[in-house]
Nanobody, 134 residues
């Protein structure tokens, strides 16, 4: 049984940084996608970033490009999200998720990478809260 446990959420001021972690267990596939998503009160869940566990290709939502970095430590079965230059609009519950290794071609980056669409992910953690104050 796949289990995903997020940690690292906190309250920070605008311009600050946080690193979220997601400890994964029970994933038996050697190739899969991992992603970070967020949901603010009254809003739909949105994709933030994804990473291909096998090839390492990353994909980011436009709102976080250049500020957030997704990475993984396969030896430790841990997914990370480094968040810099945080803004109040980044305030949300952040979730990590795992899914089948379904790759999409990006014409802009000319790479194959995992999506940042929630329906492509089947396993979810319980979330960790990030609050950014102005």
């Amino acid at each position: 049984q796949v289990q995903l446990v997020e940690s690292g959420g906190d309250s920070v001021q605008s311009g600050g940084s946080l690193r979220l972690s997601c400890a994964a267990s029970g994933i038996t596939d050697s190739r899969y996608c991992m992603g970070w998503f967020r949901q603010a009160p009254g809003k739909e869940r949105e994709g933030v970033a994804s990473i291909d566990s096998y090839g390492g290709a990353t994909n980011y939502a436009d709102a976080v490009k250049g500020r957030f970095t997704i990475s993984q430590d396969n030896a430790m079965n841990t997914l990370y999200l480094q968040m810099n230059s945080l803004k109040p609009e980044d305030t949300a519950m952040y979730y990590c998720a795992s899914g089948l290794r379904i790759l999409y071609y990006s014409a802009s980056s000319r790479t194959l990478s995992c999506s940042v669409k929630a329906p492509d992910y089947k396993r979810w953690g319980q979330g960790t809260q990030v609050t950014v104050s102005s």
